[in-house]
């Protein structure tokens, strides 16, 4: 069965510093990865997504993500962060064949100005 | 395209009625998604249909809830009777239906049963 483990319910990270949030998978077979954001009240918006190819993906508001196979990660960068990034991030999984999205418990992104 | 609509945004219920949750995804997409979302447990999968069939609905709490793809543009997701413990977000989400592509989801209904 495929699982997604976001293993920090938060993180704090001052505005114009890096942030990471972090995110393991465990899946047989290939994993499709992504990741998404929710702002309160709101829908998930999708952000970014590994299929194949090169590990390091762009995605939207500057975001990128870095796949990493033999430590079964996928964690979610941005170089700077703004307060306007604070909202809740999920990471998501997918396999071959499944179209059955499993997502993460969500990590909660606090940037103070 | 407006997305996937959902309705109602928000229902307040008494315990013991029945509530149906509404859904219109994308037009043109397959797979349709619904989720739950709680505090206790984050964000569930209910289940799931592509091309209108259910497909997987091992995350369906119980035999109170129920969810129907009568058709491409419409689905439900009924709970009879509805429990205290049923209050929470319900999403959404539909994608065009690889395991490749990313699912779409709808503002939410917030379901608050008391």
């Known amino acids: 069965a495929q699982s997604v483990a976001q293993p920090e319910d938060q993180v704090n990270v001052a505005e114009g510093n890096p942030l990471t949030v972090k995110c393991t998978y465990s899946?047989?077979?290939?994993?499709?990865l992504f990741w998404y954001v929710q702002y309160p009240n709101r829908g998930l918006q999708f952000l970014l997504k590994?299929?194949?190819?090169?590990?390091l993906v762009k995605g939207s508001y500057g975001f990128e993500a870095e796949f990493n196979k033999s430590q079964t990660s996928f964690h979610l960068k941005k170089p700077s962060a703004l307060v306007s990034d604070s909202a809740l991030y999920f990471c998501?999984?997918?396999?071959?064949?499944?179209?059955?999205?499993?997502f993460g418990t969500g990590t909660r992104l606090q940037v103070f100005p | 395209d407006a997305g996937v609509i959902q309705s109602p945004r928000h229902e307040v219920t008494e315990m013991g009625q029945e509530v149906t949750l509404r859904c219109k995804p994308i037009?043109?997409?397959?797979?349709l998604f619904w989720y739950r979302q709680t505090m206790m447990r984050g964000l569930e999968l209910l289940i799931y249909?592509?091309?209108?069939?259910?497909?997987?609905d091992s995350g369906m709490p119980e035999d109170r809830f129920s969810a129907k793809m009568p058709n491409a543009s419409f689905s439900t997701l009924k709970i009879q009777p509805s429990e205290p413990r049923d209050s929470a977000v319900y999403f959404c989400?539909?994608?065009?239906?690889?395991?490749?592509?990313?699912?779409?989801f709808g503002q939410g209904t917030r379901l608050t049963v008391v």
């Open positions: 590994y299929i194949t190819g090169d590990n």
């Open positions: 899946v047989s077979g290939n994993p499709y």
């Open positions: 249909f592509n091309n209108n069939v259910p497909i997987d």
């Open positions: 037009s043109g997409h397959n797979s």
């Open positions: 989400a539909s994608s065009p239906g690889t395991d490749t592509t990313e699912a779409f």
């Open positions: 998501a999984v997918n396999s071959y064949n499944t179209d059955k999205l499993i």
